[in-house]
């Protein structure tokens, strides 16, 4: 996180706890608060910064909604964030600052990647026949814990070695992919942040070799990333009408509810990266629509 705030013209937008779970809602992802402390502390899926909500020189700032990086900005000045390091966990309501007022959790929307992954894995199934043939249940829970205890392990590795640092690849990718594939640019009104601007710094001083260097992704490493985000398994209910799915807005398609805006954001993820491939390696590679056939068509 710290490394994206030092870009010129930041893409994207903070979602306090709330937002990220309505974020994840109109996705088909139910979950609360105590979910999102949970993985918190298990070093999987932390806020990626914590925001003071009281007075500070004077000025009382709260915890907006939707944080934008000239706030953020702001923010830091005033001493007002703090950046979630792994083992720093406590209780979610004691995260208080000197006056007492609690803290604002913030996630990045990009973590829906890997919250989606290690959702889908940390689960416990118990069959309703399998339930009823327990005859011994304190022998049964004992066993049951022990195995979770043991994926769980599994689970946290597979989120620290492999997709912490593919979220941070995609948001690295964000300051100069995301405008032309989402349509959507965050330049507020500042002349010096402008999308003219931006386009100027796009063709003129962004190297794709800064973002191999902040990331330390190999060329297998970011192979390796298109072709799973391309061929990810999401039950796309547009899927058969993708090539139609190119005329329409992507403003419009942001109002897609569950699987279908799931798969969306998949498909851009995998672009980016698919441009990403060709700036910096010059090589083509089918676009996801036709390499994850079994997604898209």
């Not at 004077?58 to 900005?73: A, E, G, W």
């Not at 022998?139 to 640092?165: A, E, R």
């Amino acid at each position: 996180m710290k490394i994206l705030l030092q870009s010129k013209f930041p893409q994207f937008r903070l979602l306090d706890s709330k937002e990220f779970l309505d974020h994840l809602k109109k996705r088909g992802i139910k979950r609360q608060i105590s979910d999102l402390e949970f993985y918190d502390k298990m070093n999987m899926i932390k806020p990626v910064l914590r925001l003071h909500g009281a007075l500070q020189e004077s000025v009382f700032k709260r915890c907006p909604k939707t944080l934008s990086m000239l706030s953020l900005q702001d923010y830091l000045t005033q001493n007002l964030v703090e950046f979630p390091s792994d083992n720093d966990y406590k209780i979610w309501k004691e995260w208080v600052d000197k006056w007492g007022d609690p803290l604002c959790m913030y996630y990045h929307p990009v973590q829906i990647v890997g919250f989606e992954h290690v959702t889908n894995g940390v689960k416990l199934h118990l069959g309703v026949q399998k339930f009823l043939d327990i005859t011994d249940p304190v022998n049964y829970v004992t066993i049951v814990k022990k195995n979770y205890l043991k994926d769980l392990k599994g689970w946290q590795k597979s989120m620290k070695d492999h997709w912490l640092p593919r979220m941070g690849f995609l948001m690295l990718l964000e300051e100069s992919y995301s405008p032309d594939v989402t349509q959507e640019y965050f330049g507020g009104t500042n002349l010096n942040t402008s999308f003219e601007k931006w386009q100027e710094w796009k063709s003129n001083e962004f190297s794709t070799k800064s973002v191999i260097q902040n990331s330390s992704f190999t060329k297998e490493d970011i192979f390796a990333l298109y072709n799973l985000l391309a061929r990810i398994n999401h039950d796309d209910p547009l899927g058969n009408w993708f090539p139609l799915q190119s005329i329409i807005k992507k403003s419009r398609k942001r109002q897609l509810i569950g699987e279908a805006l799931v798969s969306q954001d998949y498909y851009d993820f995998a672009t980016m990266v698919r441009h990403f491939i060709k700036d910096e390696f010059n090589e083509d590679v089918l676009p996801p629509d036709d390499l994850g056939d079994d997604k898209w068509h």
